[in-house]
């Protein structure tokens, strides 16, 4: 038994010392691919607020939807995002031209240094160029329209599920009561009263 375990102990190879100079560095993002992240991010943010704003109007008031009525919502959710990277970009060149003055590696990922100069250029330059393309989408009719008629999808669904999830718990322990049906009338005014007004109310806060 003794010259079995010898011969696996020995037969294992020996572990080689870490080596941080064999690690493949990542390749740096593009300025295109960091923009296209960018106005996707920011779509999407967008989108949620058109999204919110159809939700609260669904069930607040009785008017049909109307693509036209959310459309300056959509520019306006656009152009604020917009001034917030315009902003933003302000921030990183003062940081860059304070950065610029220090040499040494940064204490933190916050610590910037004159060896981050290229890297805060890039950023800078990407909240410059994001800025300035949700503007123009803010003011491209078509791309509005798609961006409302996205969120109306969105604000559906998320009625939609809101109504189900509550027709499934009528439909499970009430549903085997004896007076279900009597009073399934004032169970689905409670679920507007009360579940779509819950809704209603937490979309409103956006």
Do not use: C
Request: aromatic fraction near 6%.
């Amino acid at each position: 038994m003794r010259w079995f375990r010898r011969r696996r102990e020995s037969a294992a190879p020996p572990m080689r010392p870490f080596d941080e100079s064999q690690l493949v560095s990542p390749m740096p993002t593009t300025l295109d691919h960091a923009l296209d992240e960018g106005i996707m991010i920011a779509e999407y943010a967008a989108r949620m607020t058109v999204k919110n704003r159809i939700v609260v109007d669904a069930i607040r008031t009785e008017s049909g939807f109307d693509a036209e009525r959310y459309l300056p919502v959509a520019a306006d959710a656009l152009r604020e995002l917009a001034d917030e990277s315009d902003a933003a970009g302000a921030r990183i060149a003062e940081e860059r031209e304070f950065a610029v003055a220090l040499d040494g590696q940064g204490a933190h990922i916050h610590d910037y240094r004159a060896v981050d100069d290229l890297n805060l250029r890039r950023r800078e330059r990407v909240a410059e160029e994001l800025a300035r393309a949700l503007r123009r989408q803010a003011d491209d009719e078509e791309a509005l329209r798609g961006l409302v008629e996205t969120s109306r999808d969105d604000a559906w669904h998320e009625i939609g599920s809101a109504i189900e999830a509550s027709l499934d718990a009528f439909a499970g322990v009430e549903g085997l009561k004896a007076d279900y049906e009597r009073e399934k009338p004032e169970r689905l005014n409670l679920l507007i009263r009360r579940d779509l007004a819950r809704l209603a109310e937490e979309r409103s806060g956006y």
